[in-house]
């Protein structure tokens, strides 16, 4: 027979610095089958948890492909710590070449990808195939037979105790900030101390206590979100509502949407009826604190087309929805913060003293403490959830700018239902309360889920990389 000899393809694990090979060191590629790679069971390679520690349980797969030159491409499973071919990190799938060099992790196990002819194959004396080369296959793989999964305990292992074992920190410390939410711990324990420092000063202790809350709650919407954005930004976007609130700002909005607009709100709702109720509450409240806490949106969606800066473009403005959605929340953290602190603690506090004298100033600042923190914690089903959900179609529309207005419209209008939809039935039943603040927190979720689907770098998006051990 003429022509060239059949090839096939072969991944080549490169032994560690210092350690044995595994039992099979060759593990071929069928051209209908992908080969899954990690330390599940059910991987077709499987690797030793306890040497490779850094490999997801299903990490990596290599799979046959129509548009690559070779015929096969790796694709990274949204790992942990991700995939590498020569030595650059790769988000999705990459078309593999000969010779390239798979990396699972930084400093993980390393495999080649090679292609190999048959007749390449030679026979030993004894009568047994077996590579002319050290890096061919035997016949019995050649001829389509599964490679058996290579033991785990095959890895030079023994009972002696590493020094890296005995003291962790120094193998992992350099993963501690980024997969062991170190940040947050070592927040907390500040918190922890200062807390425990201004105890009995409720001027100090609250704001203190009030911070650690909101800023937990605004972690998991960040978290869920899955997209960076410089803190500075966001807590500037917090600190702009709240100085809005305690600006003339605030006075204008008031006169627009509580003088000019029927958005004046009664004292006691039972003078009104829950129609007229909710009409005031649509307007002097889901209108009017909808559009002030959209304002750092807005100003950051503007100062992002100013600045030439690319950096810092990319860091402050507004270019898809979750960037609309960060910015959001974070403006409502600023308002619930001034607002319940400035507004709520001190009147609970206030009335107690009026009503029982000096002397029962312990008791509201008792009452004060138990609103402030189902407030704060609320936040992520009252102001936080109408707040990024405007952001969502803020950034949407920054997306879709022929339909700018029409989208920006009905975010406005839903988040403004919403948000009166909480006040109104606070008036009415805490369990009708509880169903709207679910429902609120569902619209949230629902258009962060969105967002992330629709984002241009969804690749890099940090929240669907569960880094299961």
Request: aromatic share 10%; charged share 10%.
């Amino acid at each position: 027979m003429t022509g060239s000899s059949p090839r096939f393809a072969v991944l080549r694990l490169v032994p560690p610095p210092g350690g044995a090979a595994l039992s099979l060191e060759f593990y071929p590629l069928m051209p209908s089958t992908a080969v899954l790679i990690g330390r599940d069971p059910r991987c077709q390679i499987i690797l030793d948890s306890q040497f490779y520690t850094g490999v997801s349980r299903q990490h990596a797969q290599v799979a046959p492909s129509s548009t690559s030159p070779s015929g096969w491409q790796v694709c990274d499973l949204n790992s942990a710590n991700g995939t590498y071919v020569n030595d650059r990190r790769i988000y999705g799938c990459h078309a593999l070449q000969w010779g390239d060099c798979i990396t699972l992790a930084q400093e993980g196990p390393r495999f080649i990808f090679e292609v190999q002819s048959i007749d390449a194959v030679a026979l030993s004396p004894d009568g047994d195939t077996v590579p002319e080369q050290a890096n061919l296959p035997s016949p019995a793989v050649l001829s389509g037979i599964q490679p058996p999964h290579p033991n785990p305990g095959t890895v030079a292992q023994s009972d002696a105790v590493t020094f890296s074992q005995l003291f962790p920190i120094i193998s992992t410390g350099r993963d501690l900030k980024r997969k062991a939410y170190l940040v947050p711990g070592m927040i907390t324990v500040v918190f922890v101390v200062l807390m425990f420092v201004t105890n009995g000063s409720p001027q100090w202790f609250n704001p203190l206590l009030a911070a650690y809350i909101a800023g937990g709650a605004y972690y998991f919407v960040y978290q869920l979100c899955g997209k960076r954005k410089p803190w500075w930004v966001l807590i500037s976007s917090a600190l702009m509502t709240a100085f809005l609130l305690l600006s003339p700002v605030l006075l204008m909005f008031i006169f627009v949407f509580r003088g000019i607009l029927p958005g004046t709100i009664p004292d006691d709702p039972a003078t009104v009826g829950l129609g007229v109720f909710f009409i005031n509450m649509f307007f002097g409240a889901g209108l009017m604190e909808e559009l002030l806490k959209a304002v750092p949106v807005l100003l950051a969606y503007y100062i992002g087309r100013k600045v030439r800066s690319s950096p810092l473009r990319e860091q402050i403005g507004v270019w898809e929805p979750l960037d609309g959605i960060l910015l959001g929340t974070a403006s409502a953290v600023g308002f619930t913060l001034l607002e319940t602190l400035g507004q709520y603690v001190p009147s609970v506090i206030s009335d107690v003293t009026l009503q029982a004298g000096p002397e029962a100033g312990q008791l509201g600042q008792l009452l004060g403490l138990q609103l402030l923190i189902p407030r704060i914690l609320g936040s992520i089903s009252g102001h936080m959830a109408y707040s990024g959900y405007f952001g969502y179609f803020i950034g949407l529309s920054v997306l879709k700018p022929s339909k700018r207005w029409q989208i920006l419209g009905i975010g406005y209008l839903t988040a403004a239902i919403l948000h009166t939809l909480w006040n109104t039935t606070g008036a009415i039943n805490i369990l009708v309360l509880a169903a709207v603040g679910m429902i609120s927190y569902a619209f949230l979720a629902a258009a962060i889920l969105k967002a992330r689907a629709l984002s241009p770098t969804r690749r890099e998006n940090f929240a669907t990389r569960l880094d299961v051990r």
